[in-house]
């Protein structure tokens, strides 16, 4: 009996070994689920022969900056030469366009017009200069004449009585004329998951062209309770048609319950057409389970769920559906092709160890983090592989913000900046290597349920080298140094003025950090901080009283750098402002006072070389069903 038992095993671990040395199981696959028919196929991850990107225009942008002067600015493309100048024109209403400079601008991508005939409507724009040769012209800044001295543009939306606020906001081209349009979901306020009560109405998702101009409203119905976390959305360009699309959670009827929940009935994952709202694709969203694998017995943290996009093969923006916070955490990856999505893979924590559970926080961020051209998923404290296999888990839990950049340009690739909502005592705010996981430096202070709820990094000190993180009575150093008890704020951040310095945004003022305000009387809500307008310099959306508004710096540029809005990092956290928590986007490069500061700092993190990691095969694309579950052991590069 004892051989036959011996001879068995001995058969299955040679049929185990067969099948991986031939590829009908991906090794150490973590949480990864393989397809019911596999075979061996290789993973198809995406279509795109080269990377689909947003093909943006000048982004031409005119204000009041006083005395009856109008600032100018536009942006610089990765695409643009090293070379390359501009000539600035003006036409005063209609007439003979009038060349504003006496040589082409290289230095930087703005310029003031001291003495426009603001008594009349004027319109400015740019043509490249290369080799001596005008280019083709960009796009027009209006201003009407006499324009009202303000520091920002702004357009009406919608207005009745049910919508007059705003919950969240997409950016992305969905007209395919190379400038920023804008998806709203409204109205505002919100039902939280953990506080039960009915929604008062429904979400109501309007999108405008980039000049205010209204394309469609759709209503998302009772099936989606107003809240963040039962209505996550991104804008995106995820067919490769050079306009944006709308992937959001939907659902059907009104399956509310007595308390007025959403804890049954169809949950769907939609893609709508950015242009029209018109739905382009549909496939189900991660089932519920039982309430209790998510966080509780209530069903308030089943309906965590969150979006994103990543670029699996380096090349297909691939859309994210995610589950999960608490307890049980489930991503499935999609790519949209010929009108379909097609799933990539499924990852879940749900066979993994203690280390890898509950280990959410209230928003993702996607960077290539390991240096193989390829995005990785944070999914709040833990670190999920291109091909679906986990990378490494902190397993310290819970939070509610974090920030994936280059805090330490001493330090090859990227680093991570983390806060925990649980108890800890220490490391309760840690900075950590992106690419292997490991904790780099954090605070040896007990911290307290839910005393770390806020936190930021930026370059805001010159005296101190690298990014500066703090968040509550938390103050360091890129190298972890204390930096005292007098910890700046922490509400917003900006690029405004003409230092690679980044500003402080807080209660409708942009100030440097211990120094002066720049800007007063920012009216509003602010939705969003993005580089979406003029030069590198970033921009201030905000939303008050049916208008929303986008304020601009007036300040001179003294160099000039591509647009932050084509590094990956800072475009896809832009994306992801459209659900979750507010936090200003980060740049995968350093952009600070020290350090490797280019004016035109490439979107490309700079590493070391490392050893190559064991990968899936890519193929071409197929279409792929991945309904069952198969979790193997976790990869880690680090020891529990």
């Not at 009908?24 to 019911?36: D, E, K, Q, R």
């Not at 225009?57 to 390359?84: C, F």
């Not at 209403?93 to 504003?100: H, R």
Request: charged residues 25%.
């Amino acid at each position: 009996m004892v051989r036959k038992i011996v001879l068995s095993v001995l058969l299955i671990c040679a049929a185990a070994f067969a099948a991986v040395t031939q590829g009908a199981i991906p090794p150490n696959y973590g949480a990864y689920t393989l397809n019911p028919e596999y075979t061996g196929e290789p993973l198809v991850l995406g279509w795109a022969e080269q990377r689909i990107e947003e093909k943006l225009g000048r982004g031409m942008v005119a204000v009041p900056s006083g005395q009856g002067k109008v600032y100018l600015g536009w942006r610089l493309l990765k695409t643009d030469p090293e070379s390359i100048a501009f000539n600035v024109y003006r036409s005063t209403t209609g007439g003979k366009a009038v060349k504003l400079n006496a040589e082409p601008l290289r230095k930087t991508t703005d310029f003031v017009d001291a003495n426009p005939p603001i008594d009349r409507e004027n319109a400015w724009w740019v043509r490249p200069v290369l080799n001596g040769k005008e280019q083709e012209a960009s796009g027009r800044a209006v201003l009407p004449a006499n324009p009202p001295e303000r520091q920002y543009k702004s357009f009406n939306v919608q207005d009745d009585i049910s919508t007059r606020s705003i919950h969240k906001i997409g950016i992305g081209d969905l007209d395919g004329d190379g400038e920023y349009d804008f998806v709203i979901k409204r109205p505002g306020g919100a039902v939280d998951p953990g506080r039960v009560r009915r929604s008062p109405d429904t979400f109501k998702v309007e999108a405008y062209k980039s000049d205010g101009t209204f394309m469609w409203r759709k209503d998302l119905g009772w099936s989606i309770e107003l809240g963040t976390w039962y209505s996550p959305m991104v804008v995106y360009d995820f067919n490769g048609d050079g306009k944006a699309c709308v992937a959001l959670k939907t659902g059907q009827g009104d399956p509310r319950n007595e308390n007025g929940q959403v804890l049954t009935g169809p949950e769907y994952c939609s893609v709508w057409d950015g242009e029209t709202g018109e739905e382009i694709a549909r496939v189900d969203w991660i089932p519920r389970g039982k309430p209790s694998d998510w966080g509780d017995n209530e069903g308030n943290r089943m309906n965590r769920n969150m979006m994103g996009v990543a670029y699996l093969d380096g090349k297909t923006p691939s859309l994210l559906v995610i589950r999960g916070i608490y307890g049980l955490m489930k991503v499935d990856a999609w790519y949209l092709r010929n009108k379909q999505l097609h799933k990539a893979w499924s990852w879940s924590n749900q066979t993994s160890g203690w280390k890898y559970q509950g280990q959410g926080q209230h928003s993702i961020h996607v960077a290539d983090i390991d240096g193989d051209g390829c995005d990785e998923i944070l999914n709040g404290s833990i670190a999920i592989d291109n091909d679906g296999r986990i990378m490494w888990s902190t397993g310290l839990g819970h939070g509610d913000r974090f920030y994936v950049t280059d805090v330490d340009p001493d330090r090859p690739g990227l680093e991570v900046w983390y806060s925990y909502e649980d108890p800890h005592p220490q490391n309760g705010v840690s900075l950590w290597d992106a690419r292997t996981g490991d904790l780099i430096f954090g605070t040896r202070e007990e911290t307290r349920d839910n005393q770390i709820r806020r936190v930021l990094t930026a370059d805001i000190d010159p005296s101190s080298p690298g990014m500066e993180c703090w968040g509550d009575k938390f103050f360091f150093s890129a190298k972890g140094k204390s930096l005292g008890s007098d910890v700046p704020p922490r509400n917003g951040l900006v690029w405004w003025d003409a230092d690679p310095l980044r500003e402080l945004e807080n209660r409708g003022t942009v100030s440097k950090w211990r120094g002066p305000v720049l800007t007063r009387g920012i009216q509003g809500s602010v939705m969003a901080w993005a580089d979406i307008l003029g030069d590198w310099r970033e921009e201030i959306v905000t939303y008050v009283r049916g208008e929303l508004r986008i304020y601009t710096t007036v300040i001179p540029a003294v160099d000039r750098r591509v647009c932050l809005m084509q590094d990956p990092l800072y475009r896809l956290d832009v994306a992801f402002k459209a659900m979750g928590y507010d936090q200003p986007p980060m740049t995968s490069y350093y952009l600070g006072v020290s350090g490797a500061d280019s004016p035109r700092a490439t979107p490309i993190i700079q590493k070391t070389a490392q050893p190559a990691k064991p990968k899936a095969t890519i193929s071409t694309p197929s279409p792929t069903t991945d309904p069952s579950s198969a979790a193997l052991t976790p990869r880690s590069s680090k020891t529990n």
